[in-house]
């Protein structure tokens, strides 16, 4: 291919892509991260869909992350609602890690969002139960068994970690002392299940995308929703009660065949956001 005909290659792909109208997409990012970490995502999405207006949100960045999720939401949500309000046709959201969390809170404490795909990039949808290097960073003298001393307390709630920690032995103490994920998940009840559930239906698509390999997300399978019962043995989404009941929705997006899940093999926690294959197989077709 001569450079002339590579440039008028590349000029109609452009000119497509303005045509099209891709989307907005609004990138969050997890714990101990920030936007220059996302840089390579972001490129990608320029890369294959030219003129898509990128914004990772520079909030709460390294360790600020550790800020309880409720104030996070807050920040989040005043930074992407200008972005909302001004996608006549819709914005797609990428939300990583703790990030996830963070956009379901977004969600459920926006009364009329514009969300098309919801894309869930490893992210301990149905909690946290692992010794990880996260946990040892910041909690280095405990292991996961005693973890729930320290975060199930008003004190220990002030810590974002602590609110998604679900320790599958102290159910009890998780649910009176949960003031996040249990609330999310409707598993603590509250008068604003129905509402959340709502807006949570009004994503056009939800993505989950994790795998065996991760190595943070513990057990893995909680970025799609599943998690350990007292045993320790992995209780897969749709055998969930939050699922059964649909308590928040989860079931009727499914049924509806607007739940996607993609699971990938042989990638390591902070590698989901640098890896094109995970990108083009995916996130990419829901980007349009």
Known sequence: MTEMSLFCVLLCIA??????GYRPVIIVHGLFDGPKQFSKLESFIRQTHPGTSVTTVDLYDNMASLKP???QVEGFRKAMR?????ATN???????????LICRGVLATVPKHNVHSLIFLSSPLAGQYGDTSYLKYVFPKFIKSRVYHLCYNRVGQKISICNFWKDPHQEVRYL????????????????YIPEWREHFLNVKKL??????DDGVITPWQSSFFGFYNSNETVVEMKAQDWYLKDVFGLKTLDTRGDLVQCVFSGVHHTSWHLNFTVYKGCIEQWLT
């Open 207 to 212: 993505v989950l995308i994790g795998g065996p």
């Open 15 to 20: 000119l497509l892509g303005a045509a099209i």
């Open 82 to 86: 200008p972005i909302m309000e001004r």
């Open 90 to 100: 819709g914005v797609h959201l990428i939300c990583f890690s703790q990030g996830g």
């Open 69 to 71: 999720l409720w104030e």
């Open 176 to 191: 009176m002392s949960g003031s996040y994920l249990a609330v999310l998940n409707g598993e603590s009840k509250h008068p």
